[in-house]
């Protein structure tokens, strides 16, 4: 149920984050979903993408420092309310969201949100206890 | 050496250094007479201290062979300082220096362990520089294969250090792990290199860039140092106990002043190191202020040498940063920062004064262990940097994470500094 997830450490630098993109368009790596964290002095980008081991070697090779970690899928109803609901469920339990995005998918009837939660294994289980539906790895990439 | 029998060996040493120096090197005989000296009144070790410094800006005024003392037809090598910081200074060798030069050399790669049997890969540049020749030298009295490789070509480097399985090699420190770098991107397998020591020197390193040296290379990594004006490398090395440098004090006097007075301070004191030569030939060089920062040691070594020993160089005189008033020595940072696990030792200081204020940043290549995910993990890093400095120096700097291998690498002397502050 756990998603991998790619971080790239960029520094605040012209064309830095092109390099990144770049490089992973040379290897033909696709991008699912990503987002920028960014701060006054550096970035961070997270990327979902179908391969993860590769591209975090591709990125490597071009001298980047890359993190691999997991994340949480889940599905989300689109229309008003969709992600305070599955919100809801974790600040129920106490957990704390570190940070998260959402992509709508091709059909656009759904929403993903990519959530990374200080303990995954935790965050799973309340949202599957919820019945929230959590995206496996191969659900995500065939979006 | 019984501790008499050395100092009645270096007074008449030094007697005749100075007698040479007033009668034969012009400039001495002026600094001389001006002080009203004569070389008779130099009687016993301690009355080096009448004797004048002798600096960097002297020996440029003398540019190129005026310091040299005997005639050219007795200099046989001539060498220089790289001159980054004005006309360079020049070093003058008779064949009795040059013999002198192996000699104190060959006893700084003997205590690496170096034998007849060894291959010592040389990346020291060859050329103007001190630091080839004068290893190339004190190789060849050992009988070892010296390659003479000169600094550079990392690639090569790795290639010869398999290929004729290097058993020594002396670089910079700064190379060494540049190279260690190098050797371990290149995939080689630890057991196909023989190296077993190292000479490293010419710039000021640390104990933390010994270990990473030692724990990447497998090998034994000494300080090796040198002064081009004195003879080149070969003045002070370490022994295996790693418990300061043994100066050969039989051919080179030192002393420990302190740089704002210039008062000669007791053993143990830190401040600016001074030597006066005993046997240089082609030129003679009388309390030569070298700028070097470390304290004296004479409490004898385990290892038997019964030789004075300097600790290792912290900064230099001249390299001292006067920040918001407060001196520092760049080394100093570096010494907090790598106390910081995790931590690389790859960063760059930089100074500036935005509004009348000194700002010292430090830039910080980004490490796999302090990278995470999330922003919230890698500030905390950044501030515990922060904070360990300015623990460690009193002064809050700024650290600034930058992107591995972003800092530009040197294959030479590592500039650490860069000073824009406009005064």
């Known amino acids: ?143 | 050496m019984p501790d008499k029998e050395r100092k009645d060996l270096q007074l008449e040493r030094l007697r005749d250094t100075v007698r040479k120096a007033y009668k034969n090197v012009p400039y001495y005989k002026k600094r001389f007479d001006e002080l009203k000296l004569k070389p008779s009144d130099i009687k016993s070790l301690k009355d080096i201290s009448k004797l004048p410094f002798t600096t960097k800006t002297d020996l440029r005024e003398g540019y190129p062979f005026g310091m040299f003392a005997v005639p050219g037809k007795d200099i046989v090598e001539i060498h220089t300082s790289s001159g980054t910081t004005g006309k360079p200074v020049v070093a003058g060798y008779t064949r009795g220096d040059i013999d002198t030069w192996g000699e104190v050399v060959a006893r700084c790669l003997t205590m690496a362990g170096t034998t007849s049997r060894d291959i010592i890969q040389n990346g020291y540049g060859y050329g103007l520089f001190t630091g080839g020749l004068g290893v190339h030298y004190g190789a060849q009295k050992i009988g070892a294969a010296v390659v003479p490789i000169s600094a550079g070509n990392t690639k090569r480097q790795l290639d010869i250090m398999q290929d004729f399985g290097t058993t020594i090699i002396t670089c910079t420190p700064s190379y060494a792990l540049y190279l260690a770098e190098a050797l371990e991107e290149s995939g080689v397998d630890r057991n196909a290199i023989k190296l077993k020591a190292g000479c490293f020197g010419a710039e000021v390193w640390t104990e933390k860039m010994r270990e990473e040296i030692e724990e990447r290379f497998h090998i034994m990594a000494l300080n090796i140092y040198g002064v081009t004006v004195i003879i080149g490398p070969g003045v002070a090395h370490e022994c295996d106990l790693k418990n300061g440098l043994h100066i050969f004090d039989d051919h080179f006097y030192p002393e420990i002043i302190s740089p704002e007075t210039l008062e000669p301070l007791p053993d143990g004191e830190r401040g600016e190191l001074v030597f006066t030569t005993l046997t240089r030939q082609g030129m003679p060089m009388l309390r030569f202020r070298t700028r070097d920062i470390t304290a004296l040691r004479r409490e004898p070594c385990k290892c038997g040498r019964t030789v004075v020993r300097m600790d290792r160089i912290t900064g230099r005189s001249d390299d001292m940063l006067k920040i918001r008033g407060v001196l520092i020595f760049p080394s100093q940072i570096e010494k907090a920062l790598l106390e910081v696990k995790g931590v690389e030792p790859q960063y760059q200081i930089i100074v500036t004064r935005p509004h009348h204020l000194d700002e010292l940043e430090v830039q910080v290549e980004i490490s796999k262990k302090m990278f995470s995910d999330e922003v919230r993990h890698i500030e905390e890093f950044r501030k515990k940097i922060e904070a360990h400095i300015e623990k460690s120096i009193g002064l809050r700097v700024k650290v600034t994470l930058v992107e591995p291998k972003s800092l530009p690498r040197s294959e030479g002397k590592a500039k650490r500094v860069i000073d824009k502050r406009q005064l």
């Open chain 1, 1 to 143: 149920m756990k998603l991998k997830q790619i971080s790239v450490f960029l520094e605040n630098r012209k064309g830095r984050l092109w390099e990144a993109l770049d490089a992973l368009a040379n290897a033909k790596i696709n991008v699912r979903t990503l987002s920028i964290a960014d701060t006054s002095e550096f970035g961070i980008l997270r990327l979902i993408v179908p391969d993860p081991d590769r591209a975090k070697k591709v990125l490597e090779k071009g001298n980047f420092t890359v993190k691999e970690n997991n994340v949480i899928a889940v599905e989300v109803a689109d229309h008003p309310g969709g992600l305070a609901a599955v919100l809801k469920v974790l600040s129920d339990a106490d957990i704390n969201v570190e940070y998260l995005y959402a992509f709508v998918e091709k059909s656009g009837e759904k929403a993903v949100v990519v959530l990374r939660t200080e303990n995954t294994d935790a965050g799973i289980k309340a949202l599957k206890t919820a019945g929230v539906a959590i995206l496996s790895a191969e659900q995500v990439y065939a979006l």
